[in-house]
């Protein structure tokens, strides 16, 4: 890869906040002429039909990620999400403040009602713990696992594009 883009993933989310908000004030404007934001506002209808079907397994994790050891929600998940996730989240429109250094073990992108990311870690989005699996209905379940692999699968795409994009450019960060 390109070393300008190596440094996209820092392997820590505090890292990656900086840059991924510097390329979007710079690269903003000039990905609104690519086709990459209406993919991007197809992937979010998705990513929000994911979210619904979440919310209440959204809920068990928010209460498992307030334990002192920060459940599977933990801090050392949340830096898996590198600049280019959080430039995704960015362009999708979420409004993120900075993720707060951790005053607990927990990923600082959890609140009280789940995940604040639209577009997740594929780490976040493929795991499934035994107590989320065994408080869902089978059916619904299997339906929410075909979804989520769309999304991984768009999210994939979306990346690809993203970078071949800022390849073209002189990469800001
Ligand atoms: S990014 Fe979201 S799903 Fe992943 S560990 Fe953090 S709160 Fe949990």
Not at 96 to 102: A, E, H, I, R
Not at 139 to 151: G, I, N, T
Request: overall charge negative; some cysteine.
């Amino acid at each position: 890869m390109n070393p300008g883009l190596d440094r996209l993933y820092p392997g820590d989310c505090q890292a990656a906040w900086p840059l991924a908000q510097q390329l979007m004030a710079e690269e903003g404007p000039r990905l609104a002429a690519t086709g990459l934001l209406q993919e991007v506002s197809r992937l979010v209808s998705l990513a929000e039909e994911l979210e619904n079907r979440m919310s209440e397994p959204n809920r068990v994790c928010a209460a498992c990620g307030a334990r002192p050891d920060g459940g599977c929600c933990s801090q050392a998940i949340a830096d898996e999400a590198d600049a280019i996730l959080l430039l995704l989240n960015l362009i999708a429109g979420l409004k993120l403040d900075k993720p707060p250094v951790g005053t607990s073990l927990a990923c600082p992108f959890l609140d009280q009602d789940g995940c604040r990311l639209l577009f997740k870690p594929i780490f976040c989005l493929n795991y499934d713990c035994a107590r989320l699996k065994g408080g869902c209905d089978p059916e619904q379940f299997a339906r929410y696992q075909r979804q989520r692999a769309l999304l991984l699968q768009g999210q994939w795409r979306l990346e690809c594009l993203l970078l071949d994009h800022l390849r073209t450019q002189r990469c800001p960060v």
